[in-house]
């Protein structure tokens, strides 16, 4: 039985919020580093519309790296399988998520997986379009789809901040470009990159997003199909191989639901089948997980035996 209402949430939040104190925000991107660190926001999405939610909801945060399921949905369909797996592998790697240690090991130097860094680049460098308002306009409209709210878009001064400091992320992308894998200019792709991992919302939106995954691809609510089942299930595949990084196995030993986490404290979460979350709590463990984000997976997992395993 799942989860039913807002007070059994707020009681799972005020037992994680605790755990805010052991962790630490962002800061290797300046405007990240301003985040409350004691925050923390829950709402699960279910196919019938019903919303369910506890916290500080209204606080809207950017993507970052969950913004990496969602373009990787995105080329899977305007390019196909074929195209994107000959240049971004599907294997966990094991490493912090900017490493660039396996690349430099790999023939020829293709990144493991779309979720890591340097994947991810790979990912965006493939969004179809001449210019970056284009490319980026196509990954805006998807997201507002999924959502469901033409209102959606992105938080200037975190890009920017992200894109004036993006030092490791050059360097990956130099080394891509330099192996063949990308082609475009640099400054161009962190340009779009940027702006993808700024796109902005609140754990509402996130949820959503997160039911779409989990309803491989369908709004229930219309019986629109937004993408292929295929593209939902590849992604959902990733987010349990790869989608809390170097900490994929233990959460999948504790938690089993397919999630992404961003390094702005979000998490979104597709319980196959079942619903969506969307967490935000800025606080991060030295992997880059929100700290009490996972906390309450864990909880809400035991509690409503979630795990899919
Ligand atoms: O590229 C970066 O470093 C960030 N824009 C995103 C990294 C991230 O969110 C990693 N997640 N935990």
């Given at each position: 039985m799942p989860c039913?209402?807002?007070?059994?949430l707020k009681?799972?939040?005020k037992?994680a919020?605790?755990?805010t104190?052991y962790?630490?925000?962002?800061?290797?991107i300046?405007?990240l580093?301003?985040?409350?660190?004691?925050?923390?926001?829950?709402?699960?999405?279910?196919?019938d519309g019903r919303?369910?939610s506890?916290g500080d909801?209204?606080?809207?945060?950017?993507?970052?790296?969950?913004s990496?399921?969602i373009?990787?949905a995105?080329?899977?369909m305007e390019?196909?399988?074929p195209?994107?797996?000959e240049?971004?592998?599907?294997?966990?790697?094991?490493?912090p998520?900017n490493?660039?240690a396996k690349?430099e090991t790999?023939?020829?130097?293709?990144?493991?997986?779309p979720?890591?860094?340097?994947?991810?680049?790979?990912v965006t460098?493939m969004?179809?379009g001449?210019?970056?308002?284009?490319?980026?306009?196509r990954l805006?409209?998807f997201?507002?789809e999924l959502?469901g709210?033409?209102?959606?878009?992105y938080?200037?001064?975190?890009?920017?901040?992200?894109?004036?400091t993006?030092?490791?992320?050059?360097?990956?992308?130099y080394?891509?470009?330099?192996?063949?894998?990308i082609?475009?200019?640099?400054e161009t792709?962190?340009d779009l990159?940027?702006?993808?991992?700024?796109?902005?919302?609140?754990c509402?939106?996130?949820?959503?997003?997160?039911?779409?995954?989990?309803?491989?691809?369908?709004?229930?609510l219309?019986?629109?199909?937004?993408?292929?089942?295929?593209?939902?299930?590849?992604?959902?595949?990733f987010?349990v191989?790869?989608g809390m990084?170097?900490?994929?196995?233990?959460?999948?030993?504790?938690?089993?639901?397919?999630?992404k986490?961003?390094?702005?404290?979000?998490?979104?979460?597709?319980?196959?089948?079942?619903?969506?979350?969307?967490i935000?709590?800025p606080?991060?463990?030295e992997?880059?997980?929100s700290?009490a984000?996972?906390?309450?997976?864990?909880l809400?997992s035991k509690?409503?035996?979630l795990?899919?395993?």
């Open positions: 039913q209402s807002s007070d059994e009681l799972l939040v037992e919020k605790v755990c104190n962790g630490k925000v962002a800061d290797y300046p405007e580093g301003k985040a409350n660190p004691n925050d923390l926001s829950i709402a699960i999405n279910y196919p919303c369910i506890a909801i209204d606080k809207k945060f950017t993507l970052q790296s969950i990496k399921v373009s990787l995105l080329v899977l390019r196909g399988s195209y994107v797996f240049r971004v592998g599907m294997e966990p790697t094991g490493d998520f490493s660039i690349l790999m023939a020829p130097a293709k990144p493991l997986n979720m890591i860094n340097a994947g991810a680049l790979v460098h969004i179809k001449d210019t970056v308002e284009e490319r980026f306009h805006l409209t997201i507002r959502i709210d033409d209102t959606i878009g938080c200037e001064r975190v890009a920017r901040s992200e894109f004036e993006a030092n490791l992320n050059r360097a990956l992308c080394f891509l470009k330099q192996h063949k894998i082609q475009e200019d640099v792709l962190l990159y940027t702006k993808q991992c700024a796109v902005e919302m609140n509402l939106d996130l949820a959503r997003i997160g039911m779409i995954f989990a309803m491989d691809g369908v709004d229930p219309t019986g629109k199909r937004i993408m292929p089942d295929d593209v939902a299930r590849i992604c959902k595949t987010m191989t790869c990084y170097n900490a994929s196995g233990e959460f999948a030993i504790k938690i089993g639901i397919p999630a986490s961003g390094v702005s404290g979000g998490i979104m979460g597709a319980v196959p089948g079942k619903f969506g979350i969307g935000f709590g606080a991060l463990d992997k880059g997980n700290i984000g996972i906390r309450l997976l864990e809400l509690n409503y035996r795990s899919m395993f």
